[in-house]
């Protein structure tokens, strides 16, 4: 990137913090130096951002980049340039590549590739168990005490079923205020499962995936961090009931998080009606009244967070036949236009409120300092974001290496228009930088 450009910092101009009244944004020297109306700064790089929403860059905790192991589908360089295209500065990249992200040396390989890629932070997470085979604990200590630094420890992908594993991974993460993020799916309820149990199951003839089969597994674990005074994360909360127990767990004062998808909150499973593998995702897409819940949940708070659970796929994993075709999405580069959609048109949330869930809330959940808060003297971590267009997505206009998006064709709202990352913009007029 060309550092030469930012020597004077930048000024936005009239956009507007958490979508309140429209303010100027001095950055200087990576650091927000003043936010207010009227501001001049000779030698600044202008930036008209009038009508624009202005929020801390988003924080996600939960994406899969694919390296190392699986580079035809997605590397660090290209998912974290669908991040930054999506208003992210900071992803956290779950474990299950290939080697497994479960020693220090792996950890760090992530983060230097992360750090040469150089447009958002990539946080890798930690297995939980040594490649992620559900019989031993990883290296947990060594992987917090690596450069990479690790806090969130999660085998996502598959579910930690042991509960004297999941206990033991509870306590031994307390030493360094890690947290363990669960794949919650009971491996025997969901033997060969495709999608959502229940009348549409019935009638494509396929599997189903219970509702039971992710509630009991996130029942016991926050019994079992409460048991042991520990955190959990639940990843990808699915339906009504998971939402019921965290609130429950959260009523009780126990240290327990969770965070919901940008397509949970979007999609049925009536869109797995055509057997089209663009719409298989573990965990699957639920009903109606779970779709209502999981908002409600997200919007009082009892879900804390939005994360994408990018999980790009190549062609030939995806484009086949149902039961062959990989389970994921692509979800960096829609998250925020998805949650304009869900959960800004009805209502449910104002712009601070997605500030708070997909930047802050996110950011403390992942020990992540240096993200999360628009603070004059905080690092200049930003997105500008444009709410009023509504256009088609086309999955080849995203930088991500994989085409696997379920939003593709449909008319969303929503255009970010440039992000930050301490300082240097990483996205520019809708468009990468470098
Ligand atoms: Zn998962």
């Given amino acids: 990137m060309n550092t030469a450009m930012n020597n004077g910092g930048w000024l936005i101009s009239g956009a507007r913090p958490l979508g309140g009244d429209a303010a100027d944004v001095l950055v200087r020297d990576g650091r927000i130096e003043q936010i207010g109306r009227g501001l001049d700064q000779a030698g600044a790089q202008r930036l008209d951002a009038s009508g624009l929403i202005l929020l801390p860059g988003l924080v996600d905790l939960h994406a899969h980049l694919?390296?190392?192991?699986?580079?035809?589908?997605?590397?660090?360089?290209?998912?974290?340039?669908a991040a930054a295209l999506g208003g992210f500065t900071a992803v956290h990249a779950m474990a299950n590549t290939d080697p497994v992200a479960d020693t220090a040396g792996v950890v760090e390989q992530i983060w230097r590739l992360g750090r040469q890629a150089g447009r958002c932070d990539v946080r890798p997470v930690g297995a939980v168990t040594a490649g992620l085979a559900g019989r031993q604990l990883a290296e947990l200590g060594a992987m917090a005490d690596s450069a990479a630094r690790v806090r969130v420890f999660s085998d996502d992908g598959r579910c930690v079923h042991d509960a004297v594993l999941m206990r033991r991974a509870l306590e031994y993460v307390r030493a360094f205020d890690g947290v363990i993020a669960q794949h919650a799916q009971e491996p025997r309820l969901t033997d060969g499962a495709q999608v959502n149990e229940g009348e549409i199951s019935g009638r494509l003839g396929l599997a189903g995936w219970p509702a039971v089969a992710e509630e009991a597994v996130i029942a016991r674990d926050c019994l079992l961090a409460a048991h042991v005074g520990s955190a959990l994360h639940v990843c990808h909360v699915s339906t009504a009931g998971s939402v019921e127990i965290i609130r429950w767990a959260k009523g009780k004062g126990w240290q327990v998080t969770a965070e919901v998808t940008p397509h949970h909150l979007l999609l049925t499973e009536e869109r797995a009606a055509r057997y089209d593998p663009l719409f298989k995702v573990n965990p699957p897409l639920r009903t109606s009244e779970d779709v209502a819940a999981l908002r409600a949940g997200l919007a009082d708070g009892t879900i804390d967070c939005v994360a994408t659970d990018h999980a790009p796929h190549s062609l030939e994993d995806?484009?086949?036949?149902?039961?062959?075709?990989?389970?994921?999405?692509?979800?960096?580069?829609?998250?925020?236009?998805?949650?304009?959609?869900?959960?800004?048109?009805?209502?449910?949330?104002?712009?601070?409120?997605?500030?708070?869930?997909?930047?802050?809330?996110?950011?403390?959940?992942?020990?992540?300092?240096?993200?999360?808060?628009?603070?004059?003297?905080?690092?200049?971590?930003?997105?500008?974001?444009?709410?009023?267009?509504?256009?088609?997505?086309?999955?080849?206009?995203?930088?991500?290496?994989?085409?696997?998006?379920?939003?593709?064709?449909?008319?969303?709202?929503?255009?970010?228009?440039?992000?930050?990352?301490?300082?240097?913009?990483?996205?520019?007029?809708?468009?990468?930088?470098?």
């Fill in 66 to 81: 694919r390296e190392p192991g699986r580079e035809d589908a997605e590397t660090v360089a290209t998912g974290t340039a």
């Fill in 318 to 434: 995806k484009e086949t036949e149902w039961q062959a075709a990989a389970f994921g999405m692509t979800g960096l580069e829609t998250a925020l236009r998805v949650v304009q959609e869900a959960m800004i048109e009805p209502g449910l949330l104002d712009w601070a409120g997605v500030a708070d869930r997909m930047s802050a809330r996110p950011a403390a959940i992942g020990r992540l300092a240096g993200h999360g808060r628009l603070a004059p003297g905080g690092p200049a971590n930003l997105v500008l974001y444009d709410p009023s267009p509504r256009e088609v997505v086309d999955p080849g206009q995203h930088a991500s290496r994989s085409r696997n998006t379920p939003f593709a064709g449909m008319v969303l709202p929503g255009r970010v228009m440039a992000t930050f990352l301490r300082g240097q913009p990483t996205v520019l007029d809708g468009k990468l930088t470098s």
